[in-house]
């Protein structure tokens, strides 16, 4: 790789953990969008796998009742699997415009859902945990993103803020084990990309080190209002970038 890209690849990490410590946002998926613009997809999402599956690994851990959730969701984790796999045949199978439009529709949803401030309430079945695990393993195998639409599901349930931590992050702990033996399995990561994504570790943690730093300064509803109206211009551009011109 390139230096002035991987000089690139190191300041996604940290701006996208900056965000994630001043707003809370996902970083994988912020991290990303950033990255599809400079990188190919099937290069982006190895990189990103390593600082994000210990960053959630660290939340899962931190927030404990693992056990009591894990039984609670596990279908609906278990659903996810086939959509993921399928997500990754399709990643391996070639440069495609798909995995970029993929990413950019659910940045632009997710940025929108972000800034409606509405809630649902729903149930939590046997049928919806199937459908919601189902895509959102799609999606992820797709593109690397781990938080649509599990993460609207979830707040739509009548779960405590920390059982929806420790749901969401277990989701992404599992996923993201997965994804990484996947994308070994289909020849994405080599030992240079691995290399660089555990060295992204360092600019991860001083990103989000920073961001909470930064948190305590600035009123974080207009900066979150800010940053989620940025994550669906991007998302839109990613749209755009992969139409047929």
């Known amino acids: 790789m390139e230096l002035h890209v991987m000089i690139l690849v190191f300041a996604t990490f940290s701006f996208a953990a900056f965000l994630k410590g001043t707003a809370g946002l996902g970083f994988a998926t912020t991290c990303l969008g950033i990255m599809a613009s400079f990188l190919d997809m099937r290069i982006a999402i190895p990189l990103v ?11 899962m851990i931190d927030a404990g009742g693992f056990l009591r959730i894990f039984k ?23 440069e495609t415009p798909v995995p970029r439009a993929v990413l950019g529709v659910s940045m ?22 199937l459908i919601v695990g189902l895509t959102t393993g799609l999606v992820n195998g797709l593109t690397g993103s781990q938080i649509m639409p599990i993460l609207p599901y979830l707040m739509s349930l009548d ?4 059982e ?5 992050n277990t989701s992404f702990t599992i996923a993201s084990v997965v994804m990484l033996l996947g994308l070994g399995k289909i020849g994405l ?23 909470g ?6 009123p974080e509803a207009v900066f979150r209002t800010v940053v989620l109206g940025l994550i669906m211009l991007l998302g839109a551009g990613l749209v755009v970038r992969s139409l047929p011109l």
Do not use: C, E
């Not at 796998?49 to 660290?58: F, G, H, K, T, Y």
């Not at 859902?113 to 309430?121: F, K, P, Q, R």
């Not at 730093?213 to 600035?218: F, T």
């Open 108 to 129: 632009f949803l997710y940025g929108l859902w972000g800034l409606w401030g509405g809630s649902l309430s729903l149930k939590h079945t046997p049928f919806s945990s």
């Open 189 to 211: 990561l080599s030992r240079d990309i691995l290399f660089i994504s555990i060295a992204g570790v360092v600019p991860v943690w001083g990103g989000i080190w920073v961001g």
């Open 213 to 218: 730093k930064v948190r305590r300064l600035l």
């Open 49 to 59: 796998i390593v600082p994000s599956l210990l960053s959630n690994a660290m939340v």
């Open 164 to 168: 929806l931590v420790q749901a969401i």
């Open 159 to 162: 779960i405590t803020k920390d």
């Open 72 to 94: 609670r969701f596990w279908f609906m984790y278990a659903s996810a699997m086939p959509g993921l796999v399928f997500g990754l045949w399709v990643l391996g199978g070639g």
